[in-house]
C-alpha cells in the first residue's frame, strides 16, 4: 500500500501515531459538561418536584433557608454514613445486593435535596409569588455555573448537603 493508500486508512480509522494514547478531552469540554449536567439535572429533578408536591417543596425551601447549619451538618454526617455503609456492604459477597439499590436511593435523595437546596437559593434571590418557575431556573443557572469553576464544586457540594439534609430531617 502507497502513502496515498495508508493516508485513507489512517483517515477512515482516525489513527494518529503522534498522538498520545486514550481519549484526550480538554478542560472546557468536562467543565461544560459538567455545567449542563448541573444545571439539567437541577431544571428536571426540580420541575418534577414541584409538579408532583409544590406544598412539599414549599415546606423544604422554608425548612433549608430556617435551619441552614444544622441541615448542612446532617446531610454531610448523613452521607458520610452512607458511603461507610455502602463499602461495607460492598465488602461482603451478599451485602452488594443491599448496597446496590442503597446506593440508588441516597443517589435519588441526594438529587431532589440539591434541587431543592437550590430552588430556595433561587427563591431568596427572586421570590415565588408568582410561581416556582423562576426559582428553579435561578438555581438551576447557580449549580451549572459552580460547576463551570474548580472551587464551585465543594460549594455545590454544601448545598446539596444542606438539601440533603433538610430532606432526611422531614423524613424521620
Known amino acids: 500500500m502507497g502513502p496515498t493508500g495508508m493516508a485513507v486508512v489512517r483517515t477512515v480509522l482516525q489513527f494518529n501515531p503522534e498522538a498520545p494514547p486514550g481519549p ?4 472546557g469540554v468536562g ?9 439539567l439535572t437541577t431544571l428536571l429533578v426540580g420541575a ?19 435551619d441552614v447549619v444544622n441541615s448542612v451538618i446532617y446531610g454531610v454526617v ?4 452512607l458511603v461507610l ?12 445486593l443491599v448496597a ?10 441526594w438529587a431532589v435535596g440539591a434541587a431543592i437546596a437550590f430552588i430556595a437559593i433561587g427563591d431568596r434571590l427572586v421570590g415565588h409569588d408568582d410561581g416556582w418557575a423562576k ?28 438539601g440533603f ?4 430531617v422531614d423524613y424521620q
Do not use: H, K, Q
Not at 467543565?31 to 444545571?39: D, H, K, Q, R, V
Not at 439534609?165 to 432526611?168: K, R, S
Open 100 to 109: 446496590i439499590p442503597l446506593a440508588i436511593v441516597a443517589g435519588v435523595v
Open 85 to 96: 455503609v455502602t463499602l461495607l456492604l460492598f465488602i461482603t459477597i451478599v451485602g452488594v
Open 48 to 66: 418534577i418536584m414541584i409538579a408532583v408536591a409544590p406544598g412539599y417543596v414549599e415546606r423544604m425551601v422554608e425548612t433549608v433557608a430556617d
Open 135 to 162: 426559582p428553579l431556573v435561578v438555581g438551576a443557572a447557580i449549580n451549572g455555573g459552580l460547576a463551570l469553576t474548580g472551587i464551585g464544586g465543594l460549594v455545590s457540594f454544601v448545598v446539596g448537603a444542606a
Open 24 to 27: 484526550t478531552v480538554g478542560p
Open 78 to 81: 448523613a452521607l458520610f454514613a
Open 31 to 39: 467543565l461544560g459538561g459538567s455545567a449542563i449536567g448541573a444545571f
Open 165 to 168: 439534609g433538610a430532606v432526611l
